[in-house]
Nanobody, 116 residues
Framework: QVQVVESGGGSVQPGGSLRLSCAAS????????IRWYRQAPGKERELVAG????????SYADSVKSRFTISRDNAKNTVYLQMNNLKPEDTAVYYC?????????WGQGTQVTVSS
């Protein structure tokens, strides 16, 4: 059974940090690229960051470059999103997605709220 589970969300003040985790099971994790998306109320889902299957290639949305870092530990079937210097506009539900060709596995999302 495929499972993708995000955790680590919460409420933080502007300038604070959070680390999201995406734990996966039920498929060959180290053959899938992983993407983090987010969706704010009333807005479309947007791609935040991505990492290749073995972690050698990463990419970021311009809005989070230099603040967010994506990484993965294939031994633990887990991907992380370290988020620093958080801003109110980072408030959203964050989703993890495992991608390989036409296969997509989504998690249920974790809420991140940045507010003073």
């Amino acid at each position: 059974q495929v499972q993708v589970v995000e955790s680590g969300g919460g409420s933080v003040q502007p300038g604070g940090s959070l680390r999201l985790s995406c734990a996966a099971s039920g498929f060959t994790f180290n053959t899938y690229a992983i993407r983090w998306y987010r969706q704010a109320p009333g807005k479309e889902r947007e791609l935040v960051a991505g990492i290749s299957s073995v972690g050698g290639v990463t990419s970021y949305a311009d809005s989070v470059k230099s603040r967010f870092t994506i990484s993965r530990d294939n031994a633990k079937n887990t991907v992380y999103l370290q988020m620093n210097n958080l801003k109110p506009e980072d408030t959203a539900v964050y989703y993890c997605c495992a991608v390989r060709v036409n296969d997509l596995y989504w998690g249920q999302g974790t809420q991140v709220t940045v507010s003073s």
